[in-house]
């Protein structure tokens, strides 16, 4: 072959190359962008205020899965209609929760290269307060019934607590004074009545008392999981019981909901939801029987709200907490939700 055929063959074939990377891009770029269409069906949206302030009328305040463009936008709907037409804030959030007039919003930064991240703290009409750079992909946020505390939880390594590989990163930030822990692995840990020290300890899943020093959340090492008690005050940690994750207080302090590991189960859907009697550690299971990975909400003292996944992402169901009943949808294209009065 003369030199002239083979360049003429080379760019024959960049040419070719060229043109299956365009339609690659165009394709992706369409697949996206179809994501910012409504789609038939899809829940009423439009713009306007969104309040996290405490007021007459029962809502909630969640991020919005729909497709659309208001698709991850914090909407809200009244509680005793929810499926009722959102209204749409304009602030987009990856993880979401709010009380006592204060909202915690991690959110992505999109940048050239890669993302970033970042724990945004809000007042009652969504307006920035203060802002955090985080070190890894957002997974759980909370705020305390008062709206003083906030903690976030994000991942530093791996990307599922279904994996044995992963790690977190659980920061507690006072709204009132500024000071941030930026991480419960700095807290003294007594685990089975001892002193713990390891250096695979892993924290999330924190849910707050009312008394703006008491917290739960989940303590993993060597293998297990188990609900903690912690003390802001005292900087400690103290185990309570085992094979508990992602756990969450009832409003009247007297039980955590959370998700269990079952025997048997598969690898990639482990959990069940349980309901644990903080005073005399008996559990019950809940009427779920799906596999719930989510940090679940309770609406009031009888009743728990989760996510599972949905044909938009994620929708909302409830269940009643005695283990009675069955679950019911709530949402549809739903998730992080809070309930506010």
Known sequence: MTLRNRLFVLLAAIAVLGGVAAASLLHAADRAGEKDRPRAGGPAITSGRVSLASGADRRIVFRNMAWGPHRDELVTVPAGAPAGRRTASGMKCLRFHAAGGTGICLQAVRG?????????????????????????????????????????????????????????????????????????????????????????????????????????????????????????????????????????????????????????????????????DLATLRETALAEPRSVDDQAVWLDDRTVSYSLPGDYGADLYTVPADGSGAPKRLLTAALAPAFLE
């Open 112 to 276: 050239a290269v890669e993302d970033s991240y970042r724990a945004v703290v809000v007042d009652s009409a969504l307006q920035e307060r203060a802002h955090y750079p985080l070190p890894g992909i957002p997974t759980r946020a909370r705020v305390s019934p008062s709206g003083r505390l906030v903690a976030w939880t994000v991942f530093v390594g791996g990307d599922s607590y279904a994996s044995a590989s992963f790690s977190t990163r659980t920061a507690v930030l006072d709204t009132s004074t500024g000071r941030l822990t930026a991480s419960l692995e700095e807290f003294r840990v007594v685990k089975d009545g001892r002193d713990h020290r390891a250096a695979d300890t892993n924290f999330w899943g924190v849910t707050f008392s009312r008394d703006d020093r008491h917290f739960y959340a989940t303590m993993a090492t060597g293998g297990r999981t188990y609900l903690v008690r912690g003390d802001l005050t005292a900087r400690t940690v103290t185990t309570l019981h085992e094979n508990v994750e992602c756990p969450s207080l009832s409003p009247d302090e007297t039980r955590v909901v959370y998700k269990k590991r079952v025997a048997g189960a598969p690898a990639d859907a482990p959990w069940h939801e349980y309901v644990l």
